[in-house]
């Protein structure tokens, strides 16, 4: 039978009275509800609508990915949760490089150097946006109450990047009156790579009565799987590793104020990337084999060593004010972010100088000299929120805000090629090199400076109204957003351009209305309409110097224009069902998007170009079942079937360069999704329990950009040279069909829990050892260099954990207030005179008679 959401609220009311939970008041029910001992049932408490309910009464389609769930999973990443979430897809492009998309709002490949594109998922950490388009910061998933996803367009409460939906990593919060932690250590082998690590620990310490700590740190060592021939020869390239903590802090100053303030720190670094190369300029079916090992199955060419660093800080505060019946919230944070792209580019330059400059006399033993392409991206982003909630449990229920945000953003690429410089100048004469830098550094034939500077003001407002067996709920979020670029280029794969000031803006406004119907307590209907928007942009130049003239006549004139906000009108309706022991949600959907914000290749160019198609859709189904047929059985799936197609074509040649052809599939969305899983589970002593977990996940084919779907871009006009012969040339060949092809994997673990908190795994995922093809990974356009992302080989591992946790003190027993006096007794309605008469007390008694005359007086005697 399904728990009435007041009884668990105010279970969890009860529960948070000691201990204290925070940030909000609405979180801390939350928290609370979601303690083991608290836990009933299957109910999650979330706050998704910015107030504590559960999963089933939240009035659309969500998910949440409990601790439990996340353990039980053996997940480390956002990734590897996404394959057991319906309409939930994350696009691996390498090391802290992922793009996410839900429900099939997806727009193609962003990659480094755009970073004036804008995200179509917003992303939190707690109250805190953390989102970044393609470097959304990847945190770790230890110590975190829940992962919450929000399908649909959220822009009501969420805001601009939210057009598909928002994902919400929810952290443990400081507890008043409670110690207790978690420690976890693992290691791990991969197939054919390396061994990987990590150790985990989170403690919770009460200060006193009023205040609270929570700490975290951990730090992984990630196994390499990847191989490299060349000149940079190694096993296991891609090694990595993620080290970082969270502290923060709860103060309690009086019974209705809340104080929070945190840090978070994470660093990131990884020696290489998770690419697999078929086809590199140095290594290829035309030029000599020196290593004697061919490309292709988790190998990968290299001229110099690659890495990839990502410093992340968050800062916030999180403060609230119960003022009864309301609560008021502020939300300040600020986040820097220092991200550094360290590639081999040697196969670009290479590529670009070996023809036509070869054929003006330069030497070709220029295309032997190691190019390293650094991206670097130095993020500074304030938000404040402000906002008032109700919290009472009347029938209107209201929440109503302001926000702002001010971000300052720095990316700056740098070629450096040592010794390039010498080659041009002895061909084409002194002081070429240095006449096209445009100040930048010498032996470095590109470079570009794009500082960012973008403002957003927002105010919404969402209210919903309990009819009783109808809820009404509507909103809105009005935006204004402005944009400022100033993009400095110089080298000679550049234009030399001085753009200085280059601006955009909007603002808008965007709704949604929500029915919800509710027969019973165990079963509910939901329809929406609702709103989402991404914000515009700015397109960069075209490298010209690169350009063909029939790839300059065809995207020159999008090139250092602006881009419109994409929109997206959404419409639902959803059942949910839940009843001892069975849940069942499902959703039906169809988005009619507007302006979607498509990135393609410009050709020989190597620059990237966004388009706003005019028209496009997605429409599907997505369901997730979960029952518990017997004690210690537990299954679930999970499934969403996804049609994502473009309803506009572009004109010819745009529509078979870029693949935008009406019918044509919107990128990186597979079109069928599905994972189950089974864990059974049995006591095995007094003090322990034993449990098996399986699972089997399938993802469908899926394209990495439109343009892969057009049969004519299957032939690559691939340009060669050989390193031992001095060869070089193109040679045109057929790749064959550039989908990528659909995947299964398959998990098993098992473990024993011991009453005292100590637990072991031991685990296999991927356990048939599938080569995933994640993404295309292509070098001017595949020409220079083809190959795919790809995931990780089957991993064995084991991982021990111990939780520890201090009893809840003792609720402080009041004594009752003796009852008030008795009240004084009535007064009678009726009274008795003195003559015997009864009359009202009101009345007054009738005059005594008068006393009768005295008797004559007795006549004298004589």
């Known amino acids: 039978m399904r728990i009435p959401t007041y009884l668990l609220v105010g279970t969890a009311l009860a529960a948070i009275a000691s201990p204290s939970f925070a940030q909000t008041v609405q979180e801390g029910v939350a928290q609370a509800a979601n303690q083991p001992e608290e836990t009933q049932g299957d109910e999650i408490i979330v706050t998704a609508t910015k107030r504590a309910t559960t999963v089933q009464d939240v009035p659309f389609s969500i998910n949440a990915q409990t601790q439990e769930d996340i353990q039980r999973a053996n997940a480390t990443t956002i990734e590897d949760l996404s394959r057991n979430v319906a309409g939930l897809t994350v696009q691996n492009l390498g090391p802290g490089q992922s793009q996410v998309s839900v429900r099939g709002v997806s727009a193609g490949q962003i990659v480094r150097d755009q970073p004036g594109v804008k995200e179509q998922v917003g992303v939190y950490m707690d109250e805190s946006v953390i989102s970044l388009s393609l470097f959304t910061p990847d945190f770790d998933l230890f110590d975190l109450n829940r992962v919450e996803t929000l399908r649909g367009p959220q822009g009501t409460l969420f805001g601009s990047g939210s057009v598909g939906g928002t994902i919400r990593y929810i952290t443990n919060q400081p507890m008043l009156g409670r110690t207790e932690g978690l420690v976890e250590g693992n290691i791990n082998t991969v197939d054919e790579g390396d061994i990987g690590y990590h150790l985990k620990g989170a403690v919770n310490i009460p200060l006193g009565a009023t205040a609270a700590v929570r700490a975290v740190a951990y730090g992984t060592k990630y196994a390499g799987f990847v191989d490299a021939v060349g000149p940079a020869a190694g096993k296991n390239i891609n090694d990595g590793s993620r080290i970082g903590g969270r502290l923060s802090l709860l103060w309690e100053p009086a019974f209705n104020i809340r104080i929070t303030p945190r840090v978070v720190y994470q660093k990131v670094r990884a020696d290489g990337f998770n690419r697999q190369e078929e086809y590199n300029f140095y290594d290829n079916q035309f030029t000599t084999n020196i290593s004697g090992e061919e490309l292709g199955r988790r190998k990968q060419f290299l001229l110099l060593r690659e890495k990839f660093e990502d410093d992340t800080l968050l800062a916030d505060l999180v403060g609230s004010v119960d003022l009864g019946g309301v609560e008021l919230t502020s939300v300040t944070s600020y986040i820097n972010r220092d991200i550094l792209v360290s590639r081999d580019a040697s196969a670009l330059t290479g590529s670009v100088g070996i023809v036509p400059l070869a054929s003006i006399g330069i030497d070709p033993d220029i295309a032997l000299l190691p190019s390293n392409l650094r991206d670097t991206t130095d993020l500074k982003q304030w938000t404040q929120e402000l906002r008032l909630a109700s919290t009472g449990i009347g029938p209107l229920q209201w929440v109503a805000g302001v926000f702002y945000t001010d971000i300052e953003r720095e990316y700056t690429q740098r070629l450096p090629t040592p010794g390039y410089d010498a080659f041009i100048d002895s061909a084409l004469g002194a002081g070429v090199s240095e006449a096209v830098s445009n100040g930048f550094p010498l032996n470095s034939p590109y470079n570009a400076d794009l500082p960012y500077d973008i403002k957003q003001k927002a105010a919404f407002g969402e209210a919903t109204y309990d009819f009783g067996q109808f809820k009404l709920t509507a909103g809105g979020r009005y935006y204004d957003f402005k944009e400022s670029r100033d993009f400095v280029s110089g080298g000679l794969f550049s234009n030399g351009d001085t753009r200085i000031a280059d601006e955009t803006e909007s603002n808008g406004f965007n709704p949604r209305v929500i029915g919800t119907w509710e027969p019973n307590r165990n079963f509910s209907v939901n329809v929406q309409a609702a709103k989402g928007f991404r914000l515009g942009g700015i397109n960069d130049p075209l490298n010209l110097p690169l350009c063909s003239d029939e790839d300059e006549d065809i995207y020159g004139p999008f090139a250092s224009g602006t881009y419109d906000d994409e929109t997206l009108w959404n419409y639902e309706a959803g059942v949910k069902y839940q009843m001892r022991g069975l849940t069942f949600n499902a959703a039906a959907f169809t988005s009619r998007i507007r302006d979607l914000q498509v990135t393609v290749d410009a050709g020989s160019c190597s620059s990237r170009i966004v388009f706003n198609v005019p028209k496009a859709h997605t429409r599907g189904i997505e369901a997730e079942f979960a029952a518990s047929p017997t004690p210690g059985l537990d299954l679930s799936v999970a499934g969403s079937y996804v049609e994502a197609e473009f309803d506009s074509t572009l004109p010819e040649p745009l529509a078979t360069r870029t693949g935008i052809r009406e019918g044509n599939r919107l990128p990186t969305v597979p079109k069928f999704q599905v994972a189950a899983t089974a864990t059974y589970g049995q006591r095995m002593s007094n003090n322990a329990e034993w449990y098996v977990t399986g699972s089997a996940q399938h993802v469908g084919s899926r394209f990495t ?116 006096p008795p009240p004084p007794p009535a007064a009678p309605a009726t009274r008795t005179c003195p003559d015997g008469s009864v009359i009202l007390a009101t009345d007054v008694c009738p005059a005594p008679p008068p006393p009768p005359p005295p008797p004559p007086p007795m006549p004298e005697r004589g």
């Open 705 to 820: 950009q439109p343009s892969d779907q057009e049969a004519a871009n299957q032939n690559f006009n691939f340009i060669f040279f050989d390193p031992v012969t001095r060869d070089f040339g193109t040679n045109t060949q057929n790749f064959g069909s550039l989908k990528l092809p659909s995947y299964n994997l398959f998990n098993l673990s098992a473990g024993i829990e011991w009453d005292s908190g100590f637990e072991i795994v031991a685990f296999v995922n991927n356990l048939l050892d599938a080569n995933p093809k994640l993404s295309l990974d292509r070098e001017r356009g595949g020409r220079a260099r083809l190959g795919y992302n790809i995931g990780q080989p089957r991993m064995i591992g084991l991982t021990v954990r111990q939780a520890f946790r201090s009893a809840p003190p003792p609720p402080v027993y009041v004594a009752p207030p003796p009852p008030p």
